[in-house]
Every structure is written in C-alpha cells, then in structure tokens.
C-alpha cells in the first residue's frame, strides 16, 4: 500500500509563536483608529468648499455693480434691471436671464456677472437702491448702492 503524506496547509497550520493579541496591542491600536477618527470633520470641512465660493462669488457681483455705479450714470431700473448710461452715451444693463445675471451695452452681447440666481430684485430707497439675489442652494445676499 502507498503511504499518503499529508501537507500542511493554510488553514490548518499555526505557527507555534502566535499566541493572540495582547491588551498593549488593542490600546495601541484603538488610539490610532481614535486619533484617524478626530481628524475627519476637519477634512470634511475642507471638502466642502461650495458655500464660501457662492459667497465669493455673490460678493464680487456687487463689487462689478458698485463699479457700474460709480462709473456711469443711473438712468433708471425695473423690478429685475438697472440701466446706466456711459459717458460714451451707450445704453449699459444689468438684468436677470434665465438663471445668470448678464451685463448689456447697446442691447448687443452679454457678459455674465454671476450664475445659479433664482432670484434678482432691484428696490428704490431714498438714495438709492437695493440689490438682492436668491442663489439655487437658497443663500440671500443683498446690498444698497447710494447715488451722488
């Protein structure tokens, strides 16, 4: 009869010098796995950088119309435009299209200003006028712009 010899295996064999883990083991491994834990929100934060460019950008919008304001001369305004007039005497306006706002000069071409509005209202005050905007995610931004 022919003698079978059995090998060992993966599953079967256990080194003689594995014994388990110990309790220094576990405690080191838990405050790794602790401190990988506290770092998470900080990155998250990190990730999520979408509120502070739609208020950059919402921002710089008013930053573009102070500077129409201050450069041209107001001419009149609808409850979602404001028209200026150059001093060039072209007829420059700023006023909602679809979901961007859009700059015009002479009614020809555009220039996009700011993207994702679902809202553009343009209200008189006493010196002036207030500008506000409601983006898609739902942040509100407003501002008043006095005339000399």
Known sequence: MVKIIKKASVCTTIQKNENGFSLVQVFISLMVIRSILLFIPTFYKLLDQRHFTDTYSARQFFHFLNDEIQANSYDYHTS???????????????????????????????????????????????????????????DRFAKKFTFD
């Open 80 to 138: 979602n435009s404001i028209h200026f007039i150059s001093p060039n005497d072209e007829n420059i306006s700023v006023s909602l299209y679809g979901s961007s706002i859009r700059r015009q000069v002479n009614r020809k071409g555009q220039e996009i200003l700011i993207r994702d509005i679902t809202n553009f209202t343009v209200k008189p005050t006493k010196t002036g006028i207030q500008v506000l905007i409601r983006l898609k995610e739902g």
